[in-house]
Structure formats: C-alpha cells, structure tokens
C-alpha cells in the first residue's frame, strides 16, 4: 500500500507525494508534524507554530507572575551605634580631669605631697613607697570609699582595730595601718570631719603613688574614684589642697549623689 507526504499545500489539499512510512514527510514538506495515523496522508497535518526572535517579543508588565530581577549590591553594613555606653561616659570624665588637673601635678607638687604624707606616716610611707605601688593604691582608694560610706566607724581606726577594716576589699594590714596612722595623727575632733579628711588622704596617697610610678593619670584607681564623684574643678582643689595641712580636707565632703 502506497503511503503518500499529506501536508497541506497551498490549494489547500494534502500533498500526494509518495513516502516510504506513514507520517514521514516529503523533501518538501519536512517541517510540517503529522497528525493523522491513516495511510494515505488524506487529513491535514497542523503546520509547527512559529517562533519569533527574542527582540520581537514583548515583556511581561509586572505583576502576578512576574519577579523583578534581584539587586546585586552588597547589603548594606549594621549602622554604627551613635549613643555612648555608660563605662564610655565615665571613662571620658576621667581622661577629662586628668588632662585638667596635669598642669598642677609638677615635680614641686610630688615632692611638697610625699614630705607632707611622711609628716602624717614617716615609716609606713616610706614601706608604701618601696612594695607594689599599684596593687597598694587600689587598696588605699577602696579604703578610701569604705570610709566615706561609714564615716561613723572611723573611731575603729584610730583605735588601732581592725575588727571593722579587716573584710575590706582585700586591704591588708599593711595598709590597714597606713590608714590607721593618718586617721590618728590628723588633728581634728569631730568624727565625720576626721573620716572625710582620711579619706581624702588615702586618695591623695595613691595618687602620689601612681605618679612616682609613672603610670597613666587616668588608670591611677584613687583619681578615678575622685573623678567620677567630683568635677574636674573640684578634683584639682582637693590635690592643691593636699599640699598643706591636711585638717584642711575635711571641708571636701563627698557630693551628694545626683549633683
């Protein structure tokens, strides 16, 4: 049985040339699909749709179905934070009144300090002086700010006990009886005048301590300490102040808080 091309032509009817299979197509009509599975080719193939160059065509509007292309730029970095952190604050105080209170702390300073603390505690000081400066003068600040807070106890002190002092801070009897010598040796009556006057004594002393030492100012823990509870104007009377008598010092009572 003769099978015959069967693609449409241009009158219309199928194409009777001759094909060795049905479906297959002639030379001339190789691009046309067959869809009928009769022999004779007699039902008109569907011509392929045709396809159109890409620049032809329109794009899709954007909308459902449609996704815009994605940015490639780089995501942008976390904002940096703008507002200073509370140890940032304080910590800026400090370097503040150090570089305020540098130009008071010359040499004649230093000597006129270290003859006046040998006045008060000649030995003890000079022991100070020679074992680990640093380690002494946080010990000397948070003596310091023990006395402060319990200006009734300084009585303990000048009696020579211990029984109150001996939990603090790690201060040893070392510097247990530094403090001890000042607060017997400062000539004043009242009890809370005498603590604010030892107190501020200690401070001075570790500051003394540091500077013979040459350390940093603002990482010395005695001006730190009178930094962050004082203005900067305040800090630098109290070291002038620390030159001469030190009954003197009992006038510099702590600020109240908030101020």
């Known amino acids: 049985m003769p099978y015959y091309c069967g693609a449409p032509t241009a009158d219309g009817t199928p194409c009777r040339h001759k094909v060795q299979q049905p479906g297959r197509r002639c030379g001339q009509h190789r691009g046309f699909r067959a869809t009928s599975s009769s022999p004779h080719g007699n039902i008109a193939s569907r011509p392929k749709i045709p396809t159109y160059p890409v620049s032809t065509m329109k794009s899709p509007a954007p909308g459902v179905g449609f996704r815009q292309p994605t940015s490639s730029a780089q995501p942008k970095p976390p904002q940096r934070r703008t507002t200073p952190t509370r140890q940032e604050l304080e910590q800026n105080k400090i370097e503040q009144a150090a570089k305020f209170c540098a130009d008071s702390l010359s040499t004649t300073w230093q000597d006129a300090l270290a003859d006046r603390i040998s006045d008060y505690a000649g030995t003890l000081w000079e022991r100070l002086k020679r074992s680990r400066r640093r380690r002494n003068c946080k010990a000397l600040a948070h003596l310091a700010a023990a006395v402060l807070k319990g200006k009734q106890q300084i009585h303990l002190l000048v009696g020579r006990s211990s029984g109150w002092i001996a939990g603090l801070f790690g201060a040893d009897d070392f510097t247990r009886s530094f403090a001890a010598e000042l ?55 109290i ?11 009992a006038r510099f009572t702590p600020r109240p808080s908030g101020e």
Not at 239 to 249: K, Q, R, T, V
Request: glycine share 8%; aromatic share 4%; hydrophobic share 50%.
């Open 183 to 237: 607060a017997a040796n400062i000539p004043l009556g009242p009890i809370d005048a005498k603590a604010v006057a030892v107190a501020r004594g200690l401070q001075i002393s570790g500051i003394v301590l540091c500077i013979m030492d040459n350390r940093d100012l603002a990482k010395c823990e005695c001006f730190s300490d009178l930094a962050l509870a004082e203005t900067k104007e305040r800090v630098k009377q």
């Open 239 to 249: 070291l002038i102040a620390g030159m001469s008598d030190w009954a003197g010092l």
